[in-house]
């Protein structure tokens, strides 16, 4: 069986396997990046679209970014519509920040062209993945790739593989803890060729069920619709949909923009998070270690804020020696997660409705949200936590 050496090792080619290769790659730390979809796979899906200030500041200061800053859509806030009234919360004037949207498959290609540009390993479409000897100090990935077994002996394993990997089943149950939470609803998204409604996001909150009006470019629409968990996406006409659409987010601001839907799917909600994210030398990174309902725009952000924490670790063992990082990578990481895990289950259980709910929780999320929207303090929570947390080293 052919055997390749590496320092480490690095199993999907997401935003989190591949921006750690790169982060290693300017260090001069080899590592090799094994994908089982195939690029043009992982390069056409449709994932996030929004980086937070430090997700989009990594992408330019390390040179992959020229794309980023040219094509992205620089947000300096985002809209709340309740009771049919538009609130503003100003991104600049609260903590004087932004966001970018930039689809997450557009970060993929930025960073697969980098990789390939300076001729490191990425292979895509490789079977039969497994992980072995983490836990005695001799890690090792074995695959089969054009019909051939293959290995790779690294020093460390970093398991970027997402939720449905390898990687995080690896750990031995007892030496691992899940912590996981369902929602009892869903959400139904569109591609559509309309212009965004408004020049910023908006999240809106009825009586119906949450709806949220995004974009992926000047000409394109993203928009969402809470539906429930079971529901048949058969069952929702073009014509349903932007029925919906018009009626949760009707009230003041701009008339819905409507155009042909060339997308449309439904979407599970839930919240997950294992601990600790590390098993002798196998660390894990982004949606292997945790998932967050879309409504905080967390998911590709926290992937990228663990892979700068597993890579300055990586940089300190290899250029002094230090191990302390690497033992702490887990303990560094939660400290984000739970808190990027608080917010999202925030932001969700602010704006949806629940089957259980009865008019006096109707009543409170308007409260609510009619707080957070007339106090200072309170759109500088949702300020802070959206454009990203500052990063913690430990």
């Known amino acids: 069986m052919p055997r390749i050496k590496t320092r480490v090792g690095i199993v999907g080619a997401g935003p989190a396997g591949l921006l750690l290769a790169h982060l290693l790659h300017l260090e001069g730390i080899d590592s090799v990046v094994i994908e089982s979809r195939s690029r043009q796979y992982i390069e056409t899906r449709l994932r996030a679209g929004l980086l937070e200030q430090g997700s989009a500041d990594v992408m330019i200061e390390t040179g992959v970014g020229e794309r980023l800053q040219r094509e992205c859509l620089r947000h300096g806030g985002v809209y709340i519509k309740f009771r049919g009234e538009l609130k503003h919360i100003d991104f600049q004037d609260l903590v004087g920040q932004s966001v970018m949207i930039y689809a997450q498959q557009e970060v993929v290609k930025d960073l697969v062209a980098a990789r390939l540009g300076y001729n490191e390993p990425l292979m895509f479409e490789v079977g039969n993945v497994a992980v072995d000897g983490h836990a005695t100090?001799?890690?090792?990935?074995?695959?089969?790739?054009?019909?051939?077994?293959?290995?790779?002996?690294?020093?460390?394993?970093?398991?970027?593989?997402?939720?449905?990997?390898?990687?995080?089943?690896?750990?031995?149950?007892?030496?691992?803890?899940?912590?996981d939470r369902e929602y009892p609803f869903a959400w139904l998204g569109i591609l559509a060729?309309?212009?965004?409604?408004?020049?910023?996001?908006?999240?809106?909150?009825?009586?119906?069920?949450?709806?949220?009006?995004?974009?992926?470019?000047?000409?394109?629409?993203?928009?969402?619709?809470?539906?429930?968990?079971?529901?048949?996406?058969?069952?929702?006409?073009?014509?349903?949909?932007?029925?919906?659409?018009?009626?949760?987010?009707?009230?003041?601001?701009?008339p819905l923009s409507v155009g042909k839907i060339t997308q449309k799917g439904i979407t599970d909600m839930r919240s997950f998070?294992?601990?600790?994210?590390?098993?002798?030398?196998?660390?894990?990174?982004?949606?292997?270690?945790?998932?967050?309902?879309?409504?905080?725009?967390?998911?590709m952000n926290l992937a990228i804020a663990d892979v700068r924490i597993l890579a300055r670790a990586l940089i300190a063992y290899y250029k002094s020696g230090r191990t302390d990082l690497l033992e702490a990578y887990s303990r560094t990481c939660l400290k984000r997660v739970w808190k990027v895990q608080r917010f999202s289950w925030w932001v969700t259980q602010l704006l949806h409705r629940n089957d259980q709910d009865n008019d006096f929780d109707l009543r409170r999320q308007i409260a609510d949200i009619d707080y957070l929207t007339g106090s200072r303090a309170g759109r500088m929570t949702w300020a802070e936590n959206y454009v990203g947390l500052p990063m913690e080293w430990d």
């Open 193 to 254: 060729d309309a212009k965004p409604t408004e020049e910023e996001l908006v999240y809106a909150h009825h009586e119906r069920g949450f709806a949220l009006l995004t974009m992926r470019s000047p000409t394109v629409t993203r928009a969402y619709l809470q539906v429930a968990r079971d529901e048949d996406i058969n069952q929702w006409s073009d014509e349903r949909i932007w029925e919906e659409l018009a009626l949760r987010t009707a009230g003041e601001g701009n």
């Open 137 to 179: 100090g001799t890690p090792s990935i074995s695959f089969t790739a054009d019909g051939k077994d293959q290995a790779i002996d690294c020093d460390f394993i970093a398991g970027c593989d997402g939720f449905h990997g390898i990687c995080r089943p690896s750990i031995p149950a007892g030496d691992i803890k899940m912590f």
């Open 273 to 299: 998070a294992c601990e600790p994210m590390q098993y002798g030398r196998l660390f894990l990174a982004g949606d292997a270690a945790h998932i967050v309902p879309p409504t905080g725009a967390k998911g």
